[in-house]
């Protein structure tokens, strides 16, 4: 019997995540929100550290998840889920810190 996921956040919606991170071979490092394609999905695509081009060119390796599926994964993701369209952050481990970035000027996002 599986556990069920905690709900973080209320309807969070779908999401796009590399398959590295649900079979535990990557760590998340990248986080993008796109419009949404469908009235589920939420926009968000969350790549890991060990994800490559050839890796992400195949559509097999992006997975349709409940973004408190991801947020279980890696809770530093509740604190990013009303960042717009358009937000392309990165997750920055340090010292057991977790800060995210923008990776268009390399600022700290401060988060509430």
Same mark, same amino acid.
């Given at each position: 019997m599986t556990t069920p996921t905690p709900e973080f956040?209320?309807?969070?919606?779908?999401?796009?995540?590399? $398959?590295?991170?649900?079979?535990?071979?990557?760590?998340?490092?990248?986080? @993008? $929100? !796109?419009?949404?394609?469908?009235p589920i999905d939420n926009g968000? $695509?969350? @790549?890991?550290d060990a994800d490559t081009d050839d890796f992400l060119a195949d559509p097999n390796n992006l997975v349709v998840v409940d973004f408190n599926t991801v947020c279980a994964i890696e809770?530093? @993701?509740?604190?990013?889920?009303?960042?717009?369209?358009?937000?392309?952050?990165? @997750?920055?481990? !340090?010292?057991?810190? $977790?800060r995210w970035y923008d990776n268009t000027t390399g600022q700290e996002i401060p988060l509430p």
């Open positions: 956040i209320r309807n969070a919606g779908g999401c796009l995540v590399s $398959r590295n991170i649900l079979d535990g071979r990557g760590h998340i490092k990248w986080a @993008l $929100r !796109e419009p949404s394609t469908n968000w $695509r969350i @790549l890991s809770p530093a @993701l509740i604190g990013i889920y009303a960042l717009p369209v358009g937000a392309d952050i990165q @997750l920055v481990v !340090e010292n057991n810190q $977790r």
